[in-house]
């Protein structure tokens, strides 16, 4: 790695094993053993006969849990109003002294004069998908200060009970404390398993009630159709941490499901994105304020990423006040607010666009949502030099590689359209050649594959097929897309930060026993503030020889 003006680089987690761009046994197609992650998976709940030949996600049972997000599409959206009564509720409530209420602000960490975070996005499937990180976690991360969850904590519907084996027992061996900010996903219990979990409120009244926007016909039929939260108690919250995360360095609450941590020499700002993305006019107020309001450089974290598939997605600010602002990013583009990064979930891959601002600063937008959750495709991605952002395709990463992507994607819909008959399946250099082939781009790992007439025929036929899962569909997406054994290709970041370098790296979990073991890196960027005070980024991504 190369170093600014002579100094030692950052550390950043332990010396990584060759990438995926190397070769397709460092992908995890050639899997010697697979890992020790699947001796950790818990017992799946027993299921009704009748319903044993359905895949989980399309029984009944979480169907039916799932629907609120089709509900408040139809009859209106109550999370606002909700989310102001949880907060109305803490205000009133017992007081930690590691958290601010008035600033919604965490300010244990604020006095370190470095810090390391790791970031998990989208994590909560509780099978093996999710497992497979835990291991290689505890090898890059333990000696982090502290991780956040970025988005859908729960998988496919929340409820104080699913986080036992969503989140306390895949962590049981983290040492540090956990935080979250939540994703639709976490909303479809009106938020009741996550403020239990994250912040210290107890499940046993139930969620507030709030009568929500609408006509009185709109709000009455809601009220009927909405899925309630399942019961939950304190002391259930609290025996699933004292069995699974139950150590003193493992506690931690938050100020609410938006917050910010000030996490030594840089802050971290959490936003609450709801069931379909976009804030409020208040949670705009509050972003605004923390963000403005202290000149460190910032990180935000969001359930839903600023930009993904190389289309910018702004987060809209609902009814905003005159003169405020109008979407999230116009908050973070603003050079007064010192953002340098945005790290958002709910697209379940890791992409990488380092944005060039009008002013000339570069904002760093990353998607970081595969941490458990069923696999969102990375073949679809069009080349950078032809999208309608500024990014140049050398600038961005993404993983899984396309093609492996592509290779990935075609043995799922073999399984589900070909009967299991191998006519649709694509190896990986087979893949790798037709992705450069119609993107127009050498391909980021060599290969000598000529694709077979078969192949060639086959391809067009598969970029049309879905590949990325979205509301209310993640159901069905699921039984696509989620796989259970190697390569799994999961991801998840970390941070390293000091007062003038930052670093984050994404580190893989393909579910190979030889990449728990000797853990992968992906990607690496480095940030240095110059003498000007601005930021750059400079990529180190692993085997490139031209960063």
Not at 334 to 348: E, F, K, M, S, W
């Amino acid at each position: 790695m190369s170093t600014a003006r002579g100094r030692d680089p950052l550390p950043s987690g332990p010396e990584p094993a060759a990438p995926s761009r190397v070769g397709e046994r460092d992908a995890g197609w050639e899997c010697a053993r697979i890992g020790e992650f699947a001796s950790r998976v818990p017992p799946q709940p027993p299921v009704g006969f009748g319903w044993r030949w359905l895949p989980r996600w399309l029984r009944p049972g979480p169907l039916w849990a799932s629907r609120n997000d089709v509900v408040a599409q139809l009859l209106g959206d109550p999370t606002d109003a909700t989310r102001t009564a949880w907060l109305r509720r803490m205000d009133t409530g017992p007081q930690d002294p590691a958290r601010n209420l008035d600033t919604r602000v965490v300010d244990r960490f604020a006095g370190r004069d470095t810090i390391s975070v790791a970031l998990l996005g989208d994590p909560g499937e509780g099978d093996a998908s999710q497992y497979v990180v835990p291991p290689v976690l505890e090898r890059v991360a333990a000696d982090t200060d502290l991780a956040v969850v970025v988005s859908d904590v729960i998988y496919p519907a929340g409820g104080v009970a699913e986080y036992e084996d969503r989140l306390h027992r895949p962590y049981t061996g983290y040492p540090g404390p956990i935080y979250g900010l939540p994703g639709n996903h976490d909303w479809y219990d009106d938020l009741t398993g996550f403020m239990a979990t994250f912040c210290g409120q107890a499940p046993d009244a139930g969620p507030p009630r709030v009568p929500g926007p609408g006509p009185a016909w709109k709000r009455w039929l809601r009220g009927r159709l909405w899925r309630r939260a399942p019961r939950g108690t304190a002391a259930q919250v609290d025996r699933m941490r004292a069995r699974w995360r139950g150590a003193p360095g493992q506690q931690g609450t938050q100020p609410g499901p938006y917050c910010a941590i000030d996490a030594g020499p840089v802050r971290l700002v959490l936003i609450d994105t709801g069931l379909h993305g976009g804030i409020d006019a208040d949670q705009a107020d509050w972003l605004r304020e923390v963000s403005l309001a202290d000149d460190r450089p910032k990180i935000l974290l969001t359930g839903k990423p600023l930009l993904t598939y190389a289309a910018p997605q702004p987060c809209p600010v609902r009814d905003p006040r005159p003169g405020g602002p109008r979407s999230v990013d116009e908050i973070v583009t603003d050079p007064r607010a010192h953002y340098i990064a945005a790290i958002g979930g709910d697209d379940h891959a890791y992409q990488r666009y380092p944005v060039t601002l009008a002013d000339g600063r570069t904002l760093l937008y990353l998607v970081a949502g595969g941490s458990g959750a069923f696999l969102s495709a990375t073949h679809t991605i069009p080349n950078l030099d032809d999208a309608p952002v500024a990014v140049a395709e050398d600038d961005f990463r993404c993983y899984p590689l396309r093609g492996d992507s592509l290779a990935y994607f075609s043995r799922r819909y073999d399984r589900v359209l070909g009967l299991g008959l191998d006519r649709l399946v694509l190896s990986p250099g087979e893949a790798t050649a037709l992705v450069a082939r119609r993107l127009h781009m050498d391909p980021p790992r060599g290969t000598d594959v000529e694709p077979g007439l078969w192949a060639r025929r086959i391809e067009p036929a598969l970029f049309r097929l879905p590949a990325r899962g979205s509301a209310p569909g993640h159901n069905l997406m699921s039984v696509l897309f989620d796989g259970d054994a190697p390569p799994l290709f999961k991801s998840f970041l970390r941070l390293d930060a000091t007062a003038d370098e930052v670093v984050i790296g994404a580190w893989a979990a393909t579910g190979c026993l030889e990449h728990e073991q000797h853990p992968v890196c992906e990607d690496r960027m480095r940030a240095r503030r110059g003498a000007d005070g601005r930021w750059s980024w400079t990529s180190e991504t692993p085997g490139r020889a031209t960063p």
